[in-house]
């Protein structure tokens, strides 16, 4: 029998894997997927383990996707939000993560506005980790479940282009999809405005383009990231409107391509806005197929860490 | 030190004698289905699914594999997880009589995990199990094959490996004295 084993013990980013540890965890997720979509959705693996969910930051999919990949694996799952808890009364992350340790959790499941407090507390913890999104630095669960979903459509990385196009600047999921898709051998190319594309960001092997339709037509595969609302204030783009326009989108810019390609976003999309309705909607997007493959990506993840563990 | 327990004539003889027992309890097997435990156990399964077919070319099998690795009772007492294996199972076990096939009858708790995980796929009226090699004496579980090819009598230590040739038939059965001296 064939032992998977990880080189990590961690999930904190992309960066620190290597290329085997994703393609483990894309063949054990093959067979979650496999599960999930049984009429009885749930196997006994971590029936002795403790998971505490903690959401520093406000979440929808990536809560529910995590809770309903321990809830499937049979873990013990307790749920945990900033908003109210002791963080308000001035504890600091380690007191708070310290205290529920000491209850007895085995693996902590955290998203936190501030980057590298995941790297913070594995040094000093001992509990596995699993980062669910640090500020705007990496989110490796989207990457992972995003190139899961590629992999589906795709038979090889290698050669494959793919488009990341949106508010790179402040996303981690453009980082650590562009990680991820760099070590499986993929192109990438960054598109967006001039002023969310962070500078040098060339150093890390992408492509950078300032033209939307340019590069939707290099693409075969195109993941259209959001545009964080909040951002427009600080001056980062004229007007929504003008974003619209230039970079949001359409059925028309997908009208005139030769070759359309898989439409990809992480969200929660801002319809009319960085994609049109009739975009999301079509038969070139794959965005509720990536929210299904998150649970069974997940669920990789958390069985492969959990087993490492003893 | 290894030990040849089955040699290609005897265990083509044994495959034979364990196909013309199923049949012989199942007739065309208008309400039975195979399958086969991953991974070890589907070489045995495809082995005796071929000869089935070679007896009767008429006979409709359903036939499955399946993999237990996310209901075994020792994760995270090893030290690594293991691999999962593809399940194939395209039909609902619901009120049938399945047949599990795996290679070696050792502590029992493979056989206990793919009871447990076959539950997923509907009640059966009835399981059987079928095993090439039953280690009689280290069963920590209650279990007992219906179906036997040999009987092995080995200490604990002792290890007992299947080889298949690259097209799927028989090779022969081994028993190594320790397990670490498997190759």
């Given amino acids: 029998m064939t032992k998977a084993q990880l080189s990590i013990r961690h999930l904190l980013g992309i960066k620190e894997m290597s290329s085997s540890d994703i393609n483990i965890i894309f063949q054990t997720a093959d067979e979650f997927k496999d599960v999930i979509n049984r009429p009885i959705k749930k196997v006994p693996s971590l029936r002795d383990v403790t998971i505490a969910n903690l959401f520093f930051e406000n979440s929808t999919r990536t809560r529910i996707s995590f809770e309903l990949a321990e809830k499937r694996l049979s873990a013990d799952v307790v749920n945990f939000s900033a908003s109210s808890s002791s963080v308000k009364k001035g504890e600091t992350l380690l007191d708070t993560v310290m205290n529920i340790l000491s209850m007895k959790v085995d693996m902590i499941v955290m998203r936190h506005p501030s980057p590298g407090a995941h790297h913070f507390l594995a040094r000093k913890v001992d509990a596995t980790i699993i980062n669910a999104g640090d500020g705007t630095h990496e989110h490796p669960t989207q990457a992972l479940l995003d190139a899961f979903s590629i992999r589906e459509n795709f038979s090889t990385f290698k050669g494959l282009n793919v488009a990341i196009i949106g508010d790179i600047k402040h996303s981690r999921v453009a980082l650590s999809n562009l990680f991820c898709l760099k070590k499986l051998g993929a192109n990438v190319r960054l598109c967006g405005p001039s002023t969310l594309i962070p500078k040098h960001i060339e150093e890390l092997g992408a492509d950078v383009s300032f033209n939307v339709q340019e590069t939707l037509e290099w693409a075969d595969v195109a993941n259209v990231l959001r545009i964080q609302l909040e951002r427009q204030q600080s001056g980062y783009f004229p007007s929504l409107r003008e974003y619209q326009m230039h970079f949001g989108i359409s059925m028309s810019m997908l009208d005139k391509l030769r070759e359309v390609p898989l439409i990809m976003h992480p969200g929660p999309m801002n319809r009319g806005l960085e994609i049109s309705s009739s975009v999301a909607d079509s038969d070139y997007s794959i965005i509720l197929d990536q929210v299904e493959n998150g649970v069974a990506v997940r669920m990789a993840v958390l069985y492969l860490l959990a087993g490492q563990r003893a | ?183």
């Fill in chain 2, 1 to 183: 030190m290894s030990k040849i327990l089955l040699q290609k004539n005897k265990f083509n003889l044994t495959l034979r004698r364990l196909s013309q027992e199923l049949l012989e309890n199942h007739g065309n097997f208008s309400n039975t289905c195979i399958i086969g435990i991953q991974p070890r156990g589907t070489y045995l399964s495809n082995r005796i699914r071929s000869l089935l077919l070679m007896e009767n070319p008429q006979l409709i099998l359903e036939y499955g594999l399946l993999d237990i690795t996310f209901h075994r009772d020792d994760f995270r007492l090893r030290a690594k997880p293991l691999q999962p294996h593809p399940t194939e199972i395209n039909f609902v076990t619901e009120a049938k009589r399945v047949i599990l096939i795996d290679d070696v009858l050792y502590t029992g708790r493979t056989i206990q995990a793919a009871l447990a995980a076959i539950n997923h796929f509907g009640r059966p009226s009835e399981v059987e199990l079928l095993v090439l090699i039953d280690r009689r004496f280290n069963r920590h579980l209650p279990i007992q094959a219906d179906y036997t090819g040999l009987r092995v009598d080995a200490l604990n230590e002792a290890y007992v490996r299947v080889d298949w040739e690259e097209d799927g038939s028989e090779r022969e059965v081994l028993l190594f004295s320790a397990k670490n001296e498997e190759i």
